[in-house]
């Protein structure tokens, strides 16, 4: 019988006793296999040598902070990172280049256990049998109408229900953000960020705002926000190069799913 592969992680931290801590907890868990840490400068190389699927960062190191390391190995290339901080003012940040999750310091075992179940659901993924949808049943007013997603020029999170753009109607589902990246067919929807997932059909020009943030621009005219760490992936993508996993987020190990 084949042994049930582990969750490959490295920790990064530029603090060894901030690492050792978080290597203690982690190696409870018999699901995961510690392989390397290290800061940040040094995880560069033992990301592209280890291939890890579980990154566990810091956010403020010397030289490289957390976000800068993403930049440099490129986002989409570790499935799951998980931040943890001190510092509460990033969490946005984080979410926007498709973090797992955002643990802010102290944390409890039971903070540390939600973030382990948040990983591993991440990386499974979609349960097997789910199928991709092309209608959705939405509310436009008082009426109940079924959407064609093909026509869908982008989506915008509302709370619990996600509000689905098409032309200048809007149509609001009772579906998370979450639900829709499991339901939706990754070859045509990509999420900008926490907030927003765009047709990329619709997708006409990417160009900074006026204070130099990227956008996206679509064929009906709105100007969409696309998270930094996505900007390189959402390149990718328009130039019809090969997408790099299954999902939305456009996360996962080239070559693998």
Not at 164 to 185: F, I, K, P, Q
Not at 250 to 255: E, I
Request: net charge neutral; charged share 30%.
């Amino acid at each position: 019988m084949n042994a049930i592969r582990r969750i490959r992680t490295i920790v990064v931290d530029d603090e060894p006793i901030a690492r050792l801590a978080l290597r203690v907890l982690l190696e409870r868990d018999p699901e995961l296999e510690l392989v390397a840490d290290g800061d940040a400068v040094a995880a560069v190389g033992l990301v592209a040598r280890e291939r890890p699927d579980l990154l566990f960062l810091d956010v403020h190191m010397p030289v490289l902070d957390g976000f800068e390391l993403l930049e440099r190995i490129g986002v989409e290339t570790v499935p799951a990172v998980v931040f943890v901080t001190a510092w509460d003012r990033h969490a946005l940040r984080a979410f926007d280049v498709g973090a797992v999750d955002y643990l802010l310091k102290p944390f409890d075992d039971e903070r540390f256990t939600l973030t382990l179940a948040r990983v591993k659901q991440r990386l499974a993924g979609p349960a097997t049998g789910t199928a991709r949808v092309h209608r959705l049943m939405a509310r436009a007013g008082d009426r109940v109408t079924m959407v064609d997603l093909e026509q869908v020029d982008w989506i915008e999170a509302a709370d619990y229900y996600a509000c689905l753009h098409v032309g200048t109607a809007s149509h609001l589902v009772r579906r998370t953000m979450g639900d829709l990246e499991h339901l939706l067919d990754p070859a045509r929807f990509f999420r900008l960020h926490r907030s927003a997932i765009v047709n990329l059909e619709r997708v006409r020009e990417l160009k900074p705002d006026g204070r130099g943030e990227p956008t996206a621009v679509l064929a009906s005219g709105a100007v969409l926000r696309v998270g930094k760490g996505r900007v390189e992936s959402l390149r990718r993508r328009l130039a019809a190069e090969p997408p790099e996993s299954a999902s939305l987020t456009g996360r996962g190990r080239p070559g693998e799913h």
